[in-house]
């Protein structure tokens, strides 16, 4: 099925899919790249901006926000290599003044559990104004951080994680962070125009974020990133900016066999299951670093990343040489965007369909027993029912655009879910800009609702 398939997906259907997506989802301008079998193939549509267009070519360069964190853990993985990282040792052997509220708990927190998300450490509510602009600054301030789980109890994604990652990575090698990933992961992979500072992203084409407010209205998205200009803290986590051209030939070095970087078994180690996830989008499991599903029996790992107004969605399926790497310039549609990019190229190239869950019929009973507000360190997120439908809306708390001093993302309005199953705590979200996300309710010893999983990120009920 797979080769018919192959030899008749043109360059043209390509092209006309990603221009109709596009315009569906009201993107002003996006990249698209397909590597498979030894061929590269492009499509680009629209501008990097709506204020100063320009046409989205191969080389323009976009924020990739958390695909960002692919690099990290390879730099961190080479080190383990070269025998100066232990992946079962403590974090604070390599990082002696990190801690956090528990002084216990950070003592317990391994390499390891940073890289695959199980440090049980909230997302990241760290001022990057102060102590943002380093990762000295940066650790400095983690006792601030919410902790949700004992160490390697639970898979729980962390920005604050990965940017640890980063100073442990500064301590081993005695240089800055970003001069590491470039030397021992950047150049030796070839990517040129795989960048962390501003400076050099203004010398090249880049691509400008748009977000859609509440009055209907796109505006430019400022900060270019996530998050202001100097603010080096959350590099590790979320700070890359590269190409389609780039992604796709980090894409072919994943396929590889780590060649001037890593060790074929360790490349390959990295791209294997070390803990499960349960009822989630992301995938089925995490490696290290990676999040890995099963497609009809067929692996793939992937990575996506959302920044303000910019999102990226690498997708690689190792045993067909294959991958699909997609960029898009608007939020919050260019999430839904990237989705429907990937799982075009999966079923058009491979004849990878995924069958996508259909929820139950409302019930009026389960509905109050999850209404409410839940949050963690940065949004809220508010369950609501009107007797006919169940919805989710996902707002950043008031408190945290006051302290960002620039521009944040909007809030995402209510979009409906339901549950998957006639009885069960799992759901599939049905509509909006974070349609098919899947999660699940937590209970507690009493079997009452605490939480809600969305994302891979966990928020409590208040």
């Known amino acids: 099925m797979s080769q018919q398939i192959e030899q008749i997906v043109s360059d043209q259907e390509l092209s006309e899919f990603v221009a109709t997506a596009a315009m569906r989802f009201g993107v002003p301008g996006a990249a698209v790249g397909i590597w498979h079998r030894g061929r590269e193939i492009f499509a680009g549509h629209g501008v990097t901006s709506t204020a100063n267009p320009l046409p989205v070519t191969p080389d323009t360069v976009f924020s990739i926000a958390s695909t960002s964190k692919t690099f990290t853990s390879t730099l961190v993985m080479r080190l383990v290599a070269e025998g100066k990282i232990e992946l079962d040792a403590p974090v604070q052997r390599y990082v002696p003044e990190f801690q956090l509220s528990d002084p216990d708990h950070a003592a317990r927190i391994t390499v390891m559990n940073l890289l695959n998300h199980t ?7 760290i001022d990057t104004d102060e102590g943002g602009d380093s990762l000295a600054g940066f650790v400095a301030k983690m006792t601030e951080l919410t902790l949700i789980a004992e160490p390697g109890a639970r898979a729980s994604y962390s920005q604050a994680g990965y940017n640890l990652l980063g100073r442990v990575a500064e301590k081993v090698t005695g240089l800055s962070f970003e001069e590491a990933v470039a030397t021992l992961v950047l150049e030796p992979a070839g990517l040129a125009d795989t960048v962390y500072g501003l400076d050099e992203v203004m010398i090249r084409r880049f691509a400008v974020g748009h ?3 509440a009055d209907g209205q796109t505006r430019l998205a400022i900060p270019w990133k996530a998050y202001p200009a100097g603010a080096r803290g959350n590099n590790p986590g979320g700070g890359i900016s590269s190409t389609i051209a780039d992604l796709l030939a980090w894409s072919r070095f994943q396929l590889g066999d780590g060649g001037g970087v890593l060790p074929a078994e360790v490349l390959h180690r990295m791209q294997e299951p070390t803990i499960e996830l349960r009822a989630s989008s992301l995938g089925d499991a995490i490696g290290i670093c990676w999040f890995i599903k099963d497609i009809t029996g067929v692996r793939t790992i992937s990575h996506g990343g959302s920044g303000n107004g910019q999102f990226c969605e690498l997708v690689i399926v190792p045993e067909h040489d294959f991958a699909v790497v997609s960029l898009a310039n608007q939020g919050p549609d260019g999430y839904a965007f990237d989705q429907a990019v990937a799982t075009w190229a999966l079923e058009h190239y491979l004849g990878l369909v995924e069958a996508e869950p259909e ?6 009973a389960r509905a109050r027993e999850v209404v409410g507000r839940y949050d963690n360190d940065a949004m809220h997120l508010d369950i609501a029912a009107d007797g006919v439908r169940l919805t989710l809306a996902v707002e950043i708390k008031p408190e945290i655009r006051a302290a960002a001093g620039v521009e944040v993302p909007p809030d995402l309005p209510p979009a409906e879910w339901g549950f998957l199953a006639a009885s069960g705590d799992e759901y599939i979200v049905t509509e909006g800009g974070l349609k098919g996300q899947r999660g699940y309710f937590g209970r507690d010893e009493n079997g009452s609702i605490v ?12």
């Open 359 to 364: 929820p139950v019929a409302y019930d009026d």
């Open 211 to 213: 977000n859609v407010g």
């Open 119 to 125: 440090a049980g450490l909230d997302w990241n509510l």
């Open 451 to 462: 939480s809600i999983d969305l994302a891979g990120r966990p928020f409590r009920r208040v």
